[in-house]
C-alpha cells in the first residue's frame, strides 16, 4: 500500500491542466513542461525500484478494500512501462520543442500532450477493467486531439477515419465489459481472475475474452484492424508520429497480455496457440511486406510497427515463460528503437524538406553522426546481434521451435530478413548515394535535435549489450504475471 | 423486460451500423451517436433490470438495487458527450477544409 502509485496518474493531469492556462506563452509553456516530465521520469524510475522490491504495490483509493473500491496495482510489468513511457515523454518532448510549429504550440499541443500521458499511466496501472477503459478513453481523446492538431487537409481527413475506428473499438469494449459483469459480477481484475478460475472459464467466458481480443487488437493494430495505423501516423509533426508509434499501440498490447496472462489463460489451445499466434503471424507478414513496398520514410516505419507488434503477441501466445520473457524485452527495445527511428526521420525530414526516400541522398557526408544514429537503430530493429532486436527475438523464436510451434517461428525469421531489407533499403536511398541535397541543406545543422534522440539510441546500444541482466529481468517480470496468483493474492490479500 | 430491451439495443445498434456505412460523414457521425446509446442500454440491461431500494446502510428494503451499472452509464454517458463534442467539431472542419461531406471524396489520394 503506497499512495505513491497514483501519482503518475494525478502529476501529469495537474501540469496539464496548469498548461491550459499558458496555452499562449511558448516560452512558460516548455519550461513547466520541460522540467515535469523530468520529474516524471525520477518518479517512475523511482517506481520501479519500489516495485522490484515489494514486487506487488497496491493502493486502494479512499481505503475501500478491494473488489469494492478502485484499485490501482503496481507490479514488475507496470513499472517497467511506466518508466519507459516517461522516457519517450521526454524524448519526444525535447524534439518537439525544436520542430514544433509555434501555431501547433498555441493550439494546446502541451496540454493534451500531459493528459495523453495520464491515459497511458492510468491504462498501466489500472487494477479494474471498467477503469481501463476510462484512461483508454483519456488516452484516445488525447490523441485524437494531438494526431489533428495543425488541422492540414491530410490530418482532418485521416483523422476522421482514425477516430470513427476507435469509437467503434470501444463501443466494443464497453459492450465486452458488460457481458463480463453479467457472468461474473465483478470488474477488478484479481477477482475476475479468481471467479474465471472458479467456472474454469466456460465456452462463453471465452467468447468475452476473444471479444477484448478484438478490441485491444484494434487499438494494437494486429491483423486484419491494422489498416488505419499508417495513414493516421503520417499526418502529424515527427515528434508526436514518435510518441504514438512508440507508445500507443504498446498500450493495447499491454492490454492483451494482462487479459490473457490474469482472466482469460484457461483455455491456451484455443486463445493462446490458436487464436494468437495465427494473428501474429499474419500481423508480422503483412506489415512487413506493407514495410517493403513503401517508398516514404514514415510510412515504411509505420508499417514496421505492425510487424513488430506481431512479435509480441507471438511470445505472448506461445506461452512460455521464455516467450513470454521475450516479448517483454522485445516491448523494451521496441519502444526505444521505434521512437528513436521516427524521431531520426523527422531529423531527415527537418533537413531535406520531405520524407519520400526517393528524393533523399547522400547524408552520410553532410550529417554522418545523424546517420550512424540510424545505421545503429536501423539494424538493432532488424535483429543484428550484439544490439537489442537480436536478443529480444531470439528468446520468442526459441520458444516457438521448442514449443513446436515451426510455421510461425520461421515466419518470424523470414521476417526478420524482410526489416532488414526495409531498412537497407532506406539506409541506400537516403544516406548513400548521390548527394541531393541543396548548399543549404548541407549545412542545415540538427545538433539540437539528434540531443534527445541520443538517450534513445545509447539505451538500444546498451539493452543489447546488457542483454544478460535485462533478460533476467524480463524472465522475472514473465514469471510473475504468468503466475496470476501473485496478483490476485496481492490484490485481495489471502 | 430483457427480451424486449434486447430487441431495442438490437435494432439500435442495426440501425447504428448501417449509418456508418453511409457516405455522408454527418450520417456517419450520428451513427456512433446511436451505437453508443445501444451499448449503454447494453450495459444497462446486462445486470439485470431489478427493482429494489437504493443500497444505503439506513434504508431496510426487501431487496436493494446494484449501483454498479449505473455509476458505470453515467461515466460512460460523459466520456461519449465528450468524444461527440469533439467529432462534431472534426466533421464541421473537415467540410470546411474539404467542402465535401462525402466520405468517398476523402478516401486519399489515388495513388496511395
Known amino acids: 500500500m503506497s499512495n505513491l502509485i497514483i501519482l503518475p496518474i494525478i502529476f501529469p493531469f495537474i501540469i496539464g491542466a496548469v498548461l491550459v492556462f499558458f496555452a499562449k506563452k511558448s516560452r512558460a509553456q516548455r519550461i513547466i513542461s520541460g522540467v515535469s516530465v523530468l520529474a516524471m521520469v525520477g518518479l517512475s524510475a523511482y517506481l520501479a525500484v519500489m516495485a522490484y522490491q515489494q514486487d506487488t504495490v497496491i493502493l486502494e483509493a479512499g481505503d475501500w478494500a478491494a473488489p469494492y473500491g478502485i484499485t490501482l496495482v503496481l507490479d514488475n510489468l507496470a513499472a517497467l512501462m511506466l518508466l519507459i513511457?516517461?522516457?519517450?515523454?521526454?524524448?519526444?518532448?525535447?524534439?518537439?520543442?525544436?520542430?514544433?510549429?509555434?501555431?501547433?504550440?498555441?493550439?494546446?499541443?502541451?496540454?493534451?500532450?500531459?493528459?495523453?500521458?495520464?491515459?497511458?499511466?492510468?491504462?498501466?496501472?489500472?487494477?479494474?477493467?471498467?477503469?481501463?477503459?476510462?484512461?483508454?478513453?483519456?488516452?484516445?481523446?488525447?490523441?485524437?486531439?494531438?494526431?489533428?492538431?495543425?488541422?492540414?487537409?491530410y490530418q482532418l481527413r485521416e483523422s476522421f477515419k482514425y477516430v470513427i475506428l476507435n469509437i467503434f473499438g470501444s463501443a466494443l469494449f464497453v459492450m465486452a465489459v458488460a457481458?463480463?459483469?453479467?457472468?461474473?459480477?465483478?470488474?477488478?481484475?484479481?477477482?475476475?481472475?479468481?471467479?474465471?478460475?472458479?467456472?474454469?472459464?466456460?465456452?462463453?467466458?471465452?467468447?468475452?475474452?476473444?471479444?477484448?481480443?478484438?478490441v485491444f487488437a484494434a487499438k494494437g493494430a494486429l491483423f486484419p484492424l491494422y489498416f488505419w495505423l499508417p495513414r493516421a501516423y503520417f499526418g502529424p509533426p515527427a515528434a508526436l508520429a514518435a510518441l504514438f508509434g512508440g507508445l500507443l499501440t504498446k498500450v493495447g498490447i499491454y492490454a492483451i497480455i494482462r487479459m490473457f496472462t490474469l482472466i482469460f489463460y484457461h483455455e491456451p489451445m484455443f486463445t493462446h496457440k490458436g487464436l494468437i499466434v495465427t494473428v501474429a503471424g499474419f500481423t508480422m507478414?503483412?506489415?512487413?511486406?506493407?514495410?517493403?513496398?513503401?517508398?516514404?520514410?514514415?510510412?515504411?516505419?509505420?508499417?514496421?510497427?505492425?510487424?513488430?507488434?506481431?512479435?509480441?503477441?507471438?511470445?505472448?501466445?506461445?506461452?512460455?515463460?521464455?516467450?513470454?520473457?521475450?516479448?517483454?524485452?522485445?516491448?523494451?527495445?521496441?519502444?526505444?528503437?521505434?521512437?528513436?527511428?521516427?524521431?531520426?526521420?523527422?531529423?531527415?525530414?527537418?533537413?531535406?524538406g520531405t520524407t519520400n526516400i526517393k528524393e533523399m541522398g547522400g547524408l552520410i557526408k553532410s550529417h554522418p553522426v545523424l546517420t550512424w544514429s540510424f545505421f545503429i537503430a536501423a539494424i538493432?530493429?532488424?535483429?543484428?546481434?550484439?544490439?537489442?532486436?537480436?536478443?529480444?527475438?531470439?528468446?520468442?523464436?526459441?520458444?516457438?521451435?521448442?514449443?513446436?510451434?515451426?510455421?510461425?517461428?520461421?515466419?518470424?525469421?523470414?521476417?526478420?530478413?524482410?526489416?532488414?531489407?526495409?531498412?537497407?533499403?532506406?539506409?541506400?536511398?537516403?544516406?548513400?548515394?548521390?548527394?541531393?541535397?541543396?548548399?543549404?541543406?548541407?549545412?542545415?545543422?540538427?545538433?539540437?535535435?539528434?540531443?534527445?534522440?541520443?538517450?534513445?539510441?545509447?539505451?538500444?546500444?546498451?539493452?543489447?549489450?546488457?542483454?544478460?541482466?535485462?533478460?533476467?529481468?524480463?524472465?522475472?517480470?514473465?514469471?510473475?504475471?504468468?503466475?496470476?496468483?501473485?496478483?490476485?493474492?496481492?490484490?485481495?490479500?489471502? | 423486460m430483457e427480451i424486449l430491451m434486447s430487441v431495442v439495443i438490437g435494432i439500435l445498434f442495426a440501425v447504428a451500423v448501417y449509418l456508418m456505412f453511409s457516405r455522408n460523414i454527418i450520417r456517419v457521425l450520428i451513427g456512433t451517436l446511436l451505437l453508443s446509446h445501444s451499448v449503454h442500454l447494453i450495459l444497462f440491461t446486462m445486470a439485470g433490470l431489478q427493482r429494489g431500494a437504493p443500497p444505503l446502510l439506513f434504508l431496510e428494503a426487501e431487496a436493494y438495487a446494484d449501483p454498479l451499472p449505473q455509476a458505470l452509464i453515467l461515466t460512460a454517458i460523459v466520456i461519449n458527450f465528450g468524444i461527440t463534442a469533439f467529432v462534431s467539431v472534426l466533421v464541421y472542419r473537415t467540410y470546411q477544409e474539404h467542402k465535401t461531406v462525402d466520405l468517398y471524396d476523402l478516401r486519399g489520394e489515388k495513388d496511395e
Open chain 1, 85 to 153: 513511457t516517461s522516457i519517450l515523454g521526454a524524448s519526444c518532448l525535447f524534439f518537439a520543442f525544436g520542430t514544433i510549429s509555434k501555431q501547433r504550440e498555441r493550439y494546446y499541443f502541451y496540454p493534451f500532450y500531459f493528459f495523453l500521458l495520464v491515459g497511458v499511466n492510468g491504462s498501466f496501472l489500472t487494477g479494474d477493467i471498467f477503469n481501463l477503459f476510462v484512461f483508454f478513453e483519456v488516452m484516445l481523446l488525447s490523441s485524437y486531439v494531438l494526431i489533428v492538431n495543425g488541422g492540414t487537409k
Open chain 1, 285 to 352: 507478414l503483412f506489415g512487413v511486406l506493407g514495410a517493403v513496398s513503401q517508398f516514404d520514410f514514415k510510412r515504411i516505419l509505420s508499417y514496421h510497427i505492425i510487424s513488430q507488434v506481431g512479435y509480441m503477441v507471438m511470445g505472448l501466445g506461445i506461452f512460455t515463460p521464455l516467450a513470454v520473457a521475450g516479448a517483454i524485452y522485445y516491448i523494451v527495445h521496441h519502444m526505444f528503437v521505434k521512437t528513436a527511428l521516427f524521431l531520426l526521420a523527422g531529423a531527415t525530414e527537418k533537413i531535406t
Open chain 1, 380 to 494: 538493432s530493429l532488424a535483429g543484428i546481434p550484439p544490439l537489442s532486436g537480436f536478443f529480444s527475438k531470439f528468446p520468442i523464436i526459441l520458444g516457438g521451435f521448442q514449443e513446436g510451434q515451426w510455421v510461425i517461428s520461421g515466419v518470424a525469421l523470414l521476417v526478420g530478413l524482410l526489416t532488414l531489407i526495409s531498412m537497407m533499403k532506406i539506409f541506400g536511398y537516403v544516406f548513400w548515394g548521390e548527394n541531393k541535397l541543396t548548399d543549404r541543406q548541407y549545412n542545415t545543422s540538427v545538433t539540437n535535435l539528434l540531443i534527445p534522440i541520443a538517450p534513445l539510441v545509447a539505451f538500444s546500444v546498451i539493452l543489447g549489450l546488457a542483454a544478460e541482466p535485462i533478460f533476467t529481468y524480463s524472465l522475472h517480470i514473465a514469471e510473475q504475471i504468468l503466475e496470476p496468483s501473485n496478483y490476485v493474492d496481492a490484490v485481495l490479500k489471502e
Open chain 1, 179 to 214: 457481458w463480463i459483469y453479467s457472468i461474473t459480477g465483478t470488474l477488478n481484475f484479481a477477482h475476475l481472475s479468481e471467479r474465471v478460475a472458479q467456472l474454469e472459464q466456460p465456452g462463453i467466458l471465452t467468447v468475452v475474452g476473444v471479444m477484448f481480443f478484438i
